[in-house]
């Protein structure tokens, strides 16, 4: 793989079931981020990880959860999915925190909540 | 708070030149980058401006003015390919990217 990549692509959940949304990147990059995308608003960052070992909460962390056990992966959790979780899901990484680097940006999971 | 603004639409001909402004207002700034948005797609890079001035690369150049929290990407010699979104971020004193809605253009032949 090159890149970003994200599974599932697309799904449809129930409210109330769990899921977790996957991303692996293979650039050895330390920053990685989740972000959703709702139509009429910008990206809003929903976790963070600077570095493998360590995670923070963005603009609405409410409802998810991540994980960063190592440089290549940062999976996001919902505990229990509803149905304004409904979004686009977009991770993104970046080779350091805070540097003049831009964000790459995986291909997206298309997520509804019903 | 933080804000970022953009127009939400935009229209153009082929061929032609288009500007797409951004205004922002954020706590600190640590640089300002656009990225194009293709429907179903993921944003891809396109400039980044942290200085003062303007910066070119190919038929895409994007201007900064920190004094006045206002940036632009300025796109010449229009495709049909360029139609999509164009997203304006900042990131803030806490390095994080601040997105606007984006502005989505329209490229009529």
């Known amino acids: 793989i090159a890149g970003i990549t994200q599974a599932p692509t697309s799904q449809i959940l129930a409210a109330g079931r769990r899921m977790t949304l996957r991303c692996t990147q293979d650039m050895r990059h330390n920053a990685m981020y989740w972000y959703r995308q709702d139509l009429g608003l910008g990206l809003r960052l929903i976790h963070y990880?600077?570095?493998?070992?360590?995670?923070g909460k963005g603009e609405v962390p409410d409802g998810y959860s991540v994980s960063r056990a190592n440089t290549d992966d940062f999976p996001l959790t919902l505990a229990s999915a509803v149905p304004s979780q409904t979004s686009v899901y977009f991770c993104?990484?970046?080779?350091?925190?805070?540097?003049?680097?831009?964000?790459?940006f995986g291909p997206g999971t298309r997520l509804t909540v019903l | 708070g933080q804000n970022i603004d953009q127009p939400t639409e935009m229209t153009a001909t082929e061929g032609a030149i288009v500007q797409i402004n951004c205004t922002y207002q954020t706590s600190g700034f640590n640089g300002l980058f656009w990225y194009q948005q293709h429907a179903g797609e993921a944003p891809t890079f396109l400039s980044y401006n942290v200085l003062d001035g303007l910066e070119e690369k190919g038929r895409f150049s994007s201007f900064l003015s920190r004094s006045k929290g206002y940036s632009y990407l300025l796109l010449k010699e229009l495709q049909m390919k360029d139609s999509a979104s164009y997203l304006c971020?900042?990131?803030?004193?806490?390095?994080?990217?601040?997105w606007g809605a984006g502005t989505k253009l329209i490229i009529k032949p």
């Open positions: 971020a900042v990131r803030d004193s806490n390095y994080q990217l601040i």
């Open positions: 990880s600077n570095t493998a070992g360590t995670t």
């Open positions: 993104a990484s970046t080779p350091l925190a805070g540097s003049y680097n831009e964000q790459f």
